[in-house]
């Protein structure tokens, strides 16, 4: 599975971008995909995830009710909607894709394949 995220950018405090992440080489639907996000200076750490098409979608308490998890399998793509944005949520985000869509859906290491980031900035 290749992953390639886009949609990062320079946003001031309170706008919204959308992060997608176009997925080949598997059939899409069947994977458990997440975004997670890593700050300078600190771990990388879960933000959403998508369990397999249709199913349920789970959010970290910091970006709980201000992003959304999306899916369109048609287009191999799955998308992360940001608003209300904070200076913390600034980082580098990943997307990445489990093919077991485990129930430990955030932990980094359920997912097999990565995405290569996109940076997000938020400024105050």
């Known amino acids: 599975v290749q992953l390639q995220a886009s949609g990062g950018g320079l946003v001031q405090a309170g706008g919204s971008l959308r992060l997608s992440c176009a997925g080949s080489?598997?059939?899409?639907?069947?994977?458990?995909m997440g975004w997670f996000r890593q700050a300078p200076g600190k771990e990388r750490e879960f933000v959403a995830a998508?369990?397999?098409?249709?199913?349920?979608?789970a959010y970290a308490d910091s970006v709980k009710g201000r992003f959304t998890i999306s899916r369109d399998n048609a287009k191999n793509t799955v998308y992360l909607q940001m608003n209300s944005l904070k200076p913390e949520d600034t980082a580098v985000y990943y997307c990445?894709?489990?093919?077991?869509?485990?129930?430990?859906?955030?932990?980094?290491?359920?997912?097999?394949?990565w995405g290569q980031g996109t940076q997000v900035t938020v400024s105050s």
């Open positions: 990445a894709a489990d093919p077991y869509a485990s129930t430990r859906y955030r932990l980094e290491y359920e997912y097999a394949y």
């Open positions: 080489g598997r059939t899409f639907s069947s994977l458990g």
């Open positions: 998508s369990r397999r098409s249709g199913g349920s979608t």
